[in-house]
């Protein structure tokens, strides 16, 4: 992910101090860039417009850093604007009006490229099973089961109770299992 943002001096609401203890975009970028593109992929934002809206995300990262709050972590503020940025992208009236495929057209690759053509093919089964997920449980499963963070710090980035992030995260648990049997079962049909 390459990133095109300027350096720009500390706002001057900033003060010193807190400033000097506050993270750079750079630093950010080279520490969280990776979670920022998967996390925007696994909210629904297709292949050809992650870069796009990740640029978005650090924009709004580099003008609000001054009001980044430490004690609830980088990786949960980051979340939070990833949430807004791809529920914006997903309002938008071009998305709206595409058209997905129900199957993505076969690649050809060489022989020693199966395993690689497989986890893409599983990536590509995770993707259409978290679209299926409502949007608040899709949140919690990623976070706690793809990014491994604790469930805590989960709830903490959703905004909701631990509890509550416990009871979404069975439910897309089961919906998850539910998704893969249905796939297993489809594929067994087919061979």
Do not use: N
Not at 15 to 21: C, I, M, R, T
Not at 50 to 74: C, K, P
Not at 135 to 150: N, S
Request: with cysteine; glycine share 6%.
């Amino acid at each position: 992910m390459q990133v095109y943002l300027a350096r720009e001096p500390p706002s001057p609401g900033v003060a010193g101090a807190d400033a000097a203890s506050r993270p750079d975009v750079q630093a950010i970028v080279a520490e969280h860039g990776a979670f920022v593109w998967r996390t925007l992929r696994r909210l629904g934002v297709g292949a050809a417009d992650v870069e796009d809206v990740a640029q978005e995300v650090l924009l709004v990262v580099h003008r609000r850093l001054a009001d980044y709050d430490a004690r609830s972590g980088m990786r949960a503020w980051l979340y939070g604007i990833c949430v807004r940025k791809a529920s914006e992208h997903r309002r938008k009236a071009w998305y709206r009006r595409e058209q997905p495929v129900a199957a993505i057209p076969e690649e050809g690759a060489p022989p020693e490229q199966a395993e690689a053509m497989h986890r893409r093919e599983a990536w590509a089964q995770l993707e259409v099973i978290l679209a299926e997920l409502d949007e608040k449980k899709r949140d919690v499963f990623v976070l706690f089961e793809l990014e491994e963070m604790p469930l805590a710090e989960v709830a903490a980035a959703v905004g909701c109770p631990l509890q509550t992030a416990y009871s979404r995260l069975q439910s897309a648990r089961a919906l998850v299992q539910a998704s893969i049997a249905r796939l297993r079962a489809r594929e067994g049909a087919s061979s």
